[in-house]
């Protein structure tokens, strides 16, 4: 792990049962956004369907929205928590 300024990148492995993305899948990338509301109407605009669950939503990590890559690999959008200072 190290420190950016926009915050930590992380590079952390799932077991290989993990049910967190498909079984068939060897990796998720997972990009940190901003604004994941503004960029899932650009994208789903551009005709990139996204996966949204209620459960990914405002919790105590943030937002998360998927789409996949032409070969259908996931990338998890992650909009981090607003942290009070």
């Known amino acids: 792990m190290w420190q950016q300024e926009a915050g930590a990148t992380v590079f952390a492995p799932f077991s290989s049962d993990t049910d967190y993305f498909g079984a068939d899948q060897p990796f998720m990338l997972n990009l940190r956004v901003t604004e994941l509301d503004a960029l899932a109407a650009k994208l789903e605009a551009a005709g990139i369907a996204m ?18 890559d032409p070969e259908r690999l996931p990338i998890e959008l992650w909009e981090p928590p607003v942290l009070d200072d």
């Open 51 to 68: 996966e949204r669950k209620d459960e990914w939503n405002a919790t105590d990590y943030g937002s998360f929205a998927r789409i996949h």
